[in-house]
Structure formats: C-alpha cells, structure tokens
C-alpha cells in the first residue's frame, strides 16, 4: 500500500517538481486514471471500488490544485534565494522540513479516502495485493545478488542522472569528485527493502483482523504521519542516519557548482515556480466561470 501511496504523492507533489506547465497539467487531467491504474494491479479493482477511487482522488487532485500550488510557489521562491549564493546546513534544513509538512498535509487530506477503499478491500483482493507485492520484492532484491562493483556503479550512474538532470553537464573532474561522495554516502537499498517487507506484514496483519474505520486512520496516521513512521528503533535510527548524510551530501554537491550550472538550476526552479501560479490561477479562474 505505501507503494500506491507514493504513486499519488510524487503525482501531486514531486511529480509536479519535475515537470513543465502543460506536462503538470497532463498529471492532473490524469491523475486518477493514473493512481487507480497502480491500485487496480495490485487490488483487482470492482466496478464500485473503481468508480469510488475515481470520484475520491479527482476531489483530492482539486483540493491540491487549488490549496497547494500557490504554497508550493512560495517555496520555491524561497529556495531561489538560499540557492543563488549557494545553500547552507540551515536553508537545507528548512526546505526539507517544508517539504515534509506539504506531504503531510497530503497525508492527512488522503486519509478519509484512503481509508475508505480499505474498508471495502475483500479477501481475495488482499491475497491478490499479497501475490504482487511477493513478485516486486522478487524483482528488487535482485540488484542485491549483483556483484558489490555492479551495484556501485549502479548506484553513481542513477545519482549522476538525477544531478545532471538539474544541473546540466558535469565535467570530468566534477564527475570524479561525485563518485567519491556517492561512494562515501550509506548504501540503504536494502535497509529500504527491509523496511517496505516490515511494513507490508504490518498492513496484511492490520486487513486480515477485518478492522474498524477508526483503527485502519490510526494505522494510517501512525505510518505516514508520526515521527517514528512505525518503525522499530533500529530502522528508525537507520533512516535518521541517511538523512542525516543526504543533507552532508547536498552541500558538498552544491559546493561543487559552476556559476553556469548554478544559473540552469535557478532557470529551471523559477520555471516550475511561475507554472505552479499559473495552474493555481487557471483553476481559481475556472471556479469564477461555474459560478457565473
């Protein structure tokens, strides 16, 4: 479930991040096609559960759509001047602490919905959701059986991607010097997995106990919104470390920044910025035109 979850969070908040004026919009015209799409091939959706998800995320898309994207502008705009002059500990912290209180509110708006359609999952249905999430495990832990040197230069290759994609080019040197950080930085593929494999007995336990409305939210709000996430110490003491790494990570990479590459980065956050208001408009707008 915390996978479909994602699904609709990184459609309606990172999703949106990474995307364009009319891609972003294409997200939202879809969105629902989209998230029932992930729950429907791990669920084998009915007809009624389908028309319900339908109704549910197209509700929650306009809420994010009206709500969320003029915050989301203002928090880009925020990162503009941190990021200008380049980021410190302390800017790095507070977008990150930003970010987490967006997915929150998310969170808490997906709630009733959420728990709605676990309500009406069926046996046969969770026994579906278990099947596929063994064959996905079977498919993620398969980077684990690879050579230590493969999963390394995995590793870099996908880190690099993501840095150049917001960037631009890094040259030889530059390349060099993020190899060495990636390499530095914890390997926590399998401490993820571990995690996902712990959370999802939790939630075959929790569906297999036929629960009330109240302690499905609960569950819910204890996983996705407490601090400790649900997890056991260790895991949490684990996932503290790696954030704690990744900021550590994002300043020396920031450090590492040509004033060209620092202008594509600032280019590109103000573009999004400036969609993020025009999307938040149009819809205010198309709500001036219902009521008229």
């Not at 708006?109 to 359609?117: D, L, M, N, Q, V």
């Not at 684990?144 to 994609?165: C, G, H, M, S, V």
């Not at 400036?274 to 219902?290: I, P, W, Y």
Request: charged share 35%; glycine share 4%; net charge negative.
């Amino acid at each position: 479930m915390n996978r479909v979850y994602r699904t609709l969070l990184l459609a309606l908040t990172a999703g949106t991040l990474l995307a364009g004026c009319s891609a972003t919009a294409l997200i939202y015209d879809n969105l629902p096609w989209l998230v029932r799409g992930q729950v429907d091939e791990r669920f084998d959706l009915n007809s009624a559960q389908e028309q319900q998800l339908k109704e549910r995320i197209a509700e929650l898309a306009a809420w994010h759509r009206r709500e969320e994207l003029p915050r989301y502008a203002e928090l880009l705009r925020s990162l503009e001047d941190a990021f200008a002059d380049g980021l410190t500990q302390a800017e790095i912290e507070r977008f990150s602490a930003s970010l987490r209180s967006a997915r929150a509110r998310l969170i808490e708006a997906a709630i009733p919905a959420s728990t709605e359609f676990l309500l009406s999952v069926n046996r046969a249905q969770l026994e579906e959701f278990e099947r596929t999430h063994r064959e996905r495990m079977e498919e993620d832990r398969e980077r684990l059986q690879l050579p230590p040197e493969e999963q390394a230069e995995l590793r870099f290759e996908k880190t690099l991607d993501n840095l150049e994609d917001w960037f631009g080019d890094f040259d030889a040197a530059q390349r060099e010097a993020i190899r060495e950080l990636v390499t530095a930085f914890p390997d926590t593929y399998a401490g993820w997995l571990e995690r996902r494999e712990y959370q999802h007995r939790r939630f075959i336990e929790l569906m297999s106990a036929d629960p009330k409305p109240d302690q499905v939210e609960a569950r819910l709000r204890d996983w996705w919104l407490s601090d400790s996430g649900g997890l056991p110490s260790a895991m949490l003491a684990n996932r503290d470390r790696f954030w704690k790494s990744a900021f550590a990570f994002l300043l020396k990479v920031d450090g590492l920044l040509t004033a060209e590459q620092r202008t594509h980065a600032l280019d590109r956050i103000r573009g999004y910025r400036e969609d993020f208001v025009r999307l938040s408009k149009a819809d205010h707008e198309a709500g001036r035109g219902n009521r008229s």
